[in-house]
């Protein structure tokens, strides 16, 4: 069993920064890919950025290729996602993920 814990939503204006933090538990955390989605209202979710077991290889959607971060700390079993240049269409429930298992979101809400 695997429990996905973030943390470091907010508001912010646009141009600012957050950094989200997914504190995971459980065993095997470093033995997989770590993902990040968002769900802005009346939208479906939808992939944000992915990293694999090791921290080396990284992939982002399109919207956010080169604005946001992701990397994991396997020794505190942690996935980050570092967001810069934020805009009004960041503005959702951000979730980490592992294997089938899913956090409890945190709100981002970036203001015009």
């Known amino acids: 069993q695997v429990q996905l814990v973030e943390s470091g939503g907010g508001l912010v204006q646009a141009g600012g920064s957050l950094r989200l933090s997914c504190a995971a538990s459980?065993?095997?955390?470093?033995?997989?890919?770590m993902r990040w989605f968002r769900q802005a209202p009346g939208k479906e979710r939808e992939f944000v950025a992915v990293i694999n077991s090791s921290g080396g290889i990284t992939s982002y959607a399109d919207s956010v290729k080169g604005r946001f971060t992701i990397s994991r700390d396997n020794a505190k079993n942690t996935v980050y996602l570092q967001m810069n240049s934020l805009n009004p269409e960041d503005t959702a429930v951000y979730y980490c993920?592992?294997?089938?298992?899913w956090g409890q979101g945190t709100q981002v809400t970036v203001s015009s």
């Open positions: 993920n592992i294997k089938t298992y």
């Open positions: 459980g065993r095997g955390f470093s033995n997989y890919d």
